[in-house]
């Protein structure tokens, strides 16, 4: 073997080797789709919410590589000694060990039984026991992220479940954006995040009001994350989300879709 090291690929060149040209399907803006894990596929899934997010770094490059290659705390779950699953989620963790000190009945936890795919099913601390924390790769994933420079990436179809915000997941469509707790989001940021939710109401016909377009802490009450955090302009980002026009209706994209708007050309794929 040479002793010289391969050049390492840049960043850009990883996500153009990695990614595929964006999908008919989803936001006309987004810059490019790049697969991520989603835990089911539904046809015709019923999608009643968004669901916002910041991520806990400033970079990009970061979202793209856990998303490629998560790896979380879990632990096993085990009856009569014997080990028929496992918990992943550390919220779910802390308040399943709450859970031991006698403070609830039972709790919805996802939950993975051996060889299966993940379910939400009710731990009962008297009948399972849990065991060691450890790093396993397990899914995460949001539809779609927003870098700071308002560049829209997508990662899961619309149709698919993302593994965004727990008991949520399922009924929703996750968007991260690219900010640390300690950042502000950036203007262009919140314009191309309205634009996208605004088009994904328009097309599933989610009222663009805040009880339909709601913070990871609200759909996903279990979580210890503080997402998308206080510095999250909700009253400038509503605003905007029912100001702006959908990207879909400019010029550009008349141009591809004869004048029709993208939604109308949507087609859920089988
Ligand atoms: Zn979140």
């Known amino acids: 073997m040479s002793r010289r090291a391969r050049r390492r690929p840049t960043f ?26 989603f835990f089911d596929r539904q046809t015709g899934r019923t ?11 400033n970079q990009f490059s970061s979202t793209f590589y ?6 979380r705390p879990i632990r096993r779950i085990s009856q009569n000694g014997a080990v028929i699953g496992k918990i992943f989620a550390p919220h779910w963790l802390r308040r399943a060990n709450s859970l031991e000190a006698g403070h609830e009945a039972g709790i919805v936890i996802r939950f993975a039984p051996k060889g299966s795919r993940l379910h939400n099913a009710i731990f009962d601390p008297a009948i399972h026991t849990l065991g060691a924390e450890e790093r396993e790769q397990v899914p995460v994933s949001a539809h779609y992220v927003v870098d700071r420079d308002g560049m829209v990436y997508q990662f899961v179809e619309e149709n698919n479940v993302a593994y965004h915000a727990g008991l949520a997941n399922r009924d929703s469509i996750g968007i991260e954006h690219v900010c640390s707790p300690d950042d502000d989001p950036t203007e262009v940021q919140y314009q191309a995040s309205a634009r996208l939710v605004n088009y994904l109401c328009t097309k599933y016909n ?65």
């Open 206 to 270: 989610i009222p663009k009001e805040r009880s339909h377009i709601v913070g990871h802490q609200e759909a996903d009450m279990g979580t210890d994350h503080n997402c998308p955090g206080p510095r999250w302009n909700w009253p400038n980002y509503m605003a905007l989300v029912n100001r702006t026009a959908p990207s879909f209706l400019s010029e550009s994209f008349d141009n591809a879709l004869d004048g029709l708007p993208a939604f109308m050309r949507w087609v859920p794929r089988r």
């Open 12 to 37: 850009d060149e990883t996500v153009m080797a990695s990614g595929t040209a964006p999908i008919a399907t989803g936001f006309p803006d987004t810059r490019r789709f790049i697969q991520a894990e």
């Open 47 to 57: 999608i009643n919410r968004v669901v916002i997010h910041i991520t806990s770094g």
């Open 66 to 71: 856990w998303f490629r290659s998560p790896r």
